[in-house]
């Protein structure tokens, strides 16, 4: 072996679940293989045949050249994100109409003031000046933007009057109680999608997710999606999943295929991990981390091959590679905040994300009454990378984690320049031992 050579840095390989094969991947050169066990005894060895093959897939590396690649890469990633479309997340309020088990806004102060038409102007405004270079959209967040009363559906109708004269497209997030009585209104705007939550079938659902007055919402949610479909309006199902209700998701799947809802090209699906995040007081030793969850979720999938009409996990890049033939662009950077998304509420405050709106201390600047900016710690939200942070700087894993998201980490580490990191090697032990399997059935039907 040439001595000018060394494995690369960024090569990540390992053993597939409940298989004798290996996978060797390397995001900053875009290669990806499969190896039986008697390839992959070559890399365990270090020992290597076919030497041209490692080298020209970016495995084997002269370490100055691969800084070189690495550096030019970052520059592409900076570049195309200047391109990327803006996700600009509004918050008319932070009341709802539930009463979630979970709820992390459940400790928020209590609202003083409610949303005017001159706020939403103002809003607006901002948008118009701070972001007129970038394509971008809006999120309508909460709380519960969709209450069933006539001040929300005016305030409802002033924010989509206002995308709808910019021509941006409108997604909601919703919990989806109210959404068959509002459907006329979104009607009148360019609706991107709805997000709406179900935890579950009938009872694990109510169990969870009730109205403050404890009434179950289960059906009127269900009625809401049925509606939605038949309008032809987007529908992203999420599902908050915890230990309490992950052995009802098969049965939640079973239930979404026979209503017909996966054949329907506007239906699509999430899994979202119940997790701490600010003041929520949810039983710690009901959640799951982010590896746990996912080997349940393989769990379920082995032995319900039909979960995938539902839902495709990611598992890391896996489920990337399998449908596109191809490794993603090395991801430096997996936080949005500040860079592709900012999030405003009612009060005139702005913040980097969903993750830190409304939460006292973490406003970046205000667009109302009067525009103000902390330049300062924006400069941090927007400089945070893996490039900025000390600990991904030798991880062999950065390129597929990005180093996760800022505001978990601040609110591990107490600083948003700490990484907050993904169980990439086992993601990918277990999707591409599943996808491999699952792609190889489908070529041979």
């Known amino acids: 072996m040439n001595t000018n050579l060394t494995l690369s840095k ?11 094969d290996y996978f060797l991947i390397n995001l900053l050169s875009g290669s990806a293989d499969i190896l039986e066990p008697d ?51 509004f918050v008319p309020r932070y009341s709802c109409n539930f009463a979630c088990s979970y709820c ?20 607006y405004r901002y948008v118009d000046e701070r972001l007129s270079d970038r394509r971008k959209y809006i999120t309508i967040f909460g709380g519960e933007p969709l209450l069933n009363d006539e001040k929300s559906r005016e305030e409802m109708e002033w924010l989509l ?4 004269e910019r021509g941006l497209d409108v997604a909601i997030v919703t919990n989806g109680y109210n959404l068959k009585e509002y459907l006329d209104i979104l009607s009148r705007a360019s609706i991107r999608e ?9 009872s694990t659902h109510d169990s969870r997710r009730f109205l403050a007055n404890g009434t179950p919402t289960f059906h009127k949610i269900v009625e809401g999606i049925d509606a939605a479909l038949e309008r032809n309006t987007p529908i992203n199902l999420r599902i908050v999943v915890d230990k309490d209700n992950i052995d009802n998701l098969k049965d939640l799947a079973s239930f979404a295929i026979d209503k017909g809802w996966t054949k329907n090209s506007r239906f699509k699906t999430q899994i979202g991990r119940n997790y701490e995040l600010h003041t929520c007081g949810y039983n710690v030793e009901r959640l799951f981390t982010r590896a746990g969850l996912y080997e349940k979720i393989y769990e379920i999938i082995k032995e319900y091959p039909r979960f995938l009409e539902f839902h495709k996990p990611a598992f890391s890049i896996s489920r990337f590679i399998f ?11 997996s936080c949005p905040g500040t860079k592709t998304e900012w999030a405003f509420d009612y009060t005139g405050k ?26 300062e710690i924006i400069d941090i939200w927007e400089n945070r990378d893996i490039t900025s942070i000390p600990q991904c700087r ?21 600083s948003i320049m700490a990484p907050d990191c993904r169980p990439v090697k086992e993601l990918m032990e277990m999707g591409l031992s599943l996808y491999s399997q699952f792609y190889k059935e489908v070529e041979h039907e």
Do not use: H, M, W
């Open 10 to 20: 960024y090569t990540i390989f390992s053993r597939l679940k409940d298989s004798q």
């Open 39 to 89: 390839k992959a005894t070559e890399i365990l060895e270090n020992r290597f045949t076919g030497i041209e093959e490692y080298v020209e897939k970016g495995y084997l590396v002269d370490e100055k050249e691969e800084e070189k690649r690495y550096k030019l890469k970052y520059l592409e990633f900076l570049e195309n994100r200047e391109q990327d479309e803006v996700q600009v997340f």
């Open 104 to 123: 992390y806004q459940a400790e928020y102060q209590p609202e003083t003031q409610s949303l005017r038409k001159e706020i939403v102007d103002a809003f």
């Open 161 to 164: 009057s206002g995308a709808t």
């Open 194 to 202: 709805i997000q709406i939550t179900l935890d579950g079938t009938q």
């Open 323 to 333: 449908e596109n033939g191809e490794c993603p662009v090395p991801l430096f950077d």
């Open 350 to 375: 702005i913040y980097a994300c969903t993750a830190t709106v409304g939460k006292a201390g973490e406003e970046l600047g205000t667009y109302y009454p009067e525009v103000t900016n902390k330049e």
């Open 394 to 414: 030798t991880c062999s894993f950065q390129l597929a984690c990005g180093g996760g998201c800022a505001a978990v980490a601040k609110n591990q580490t107490g």
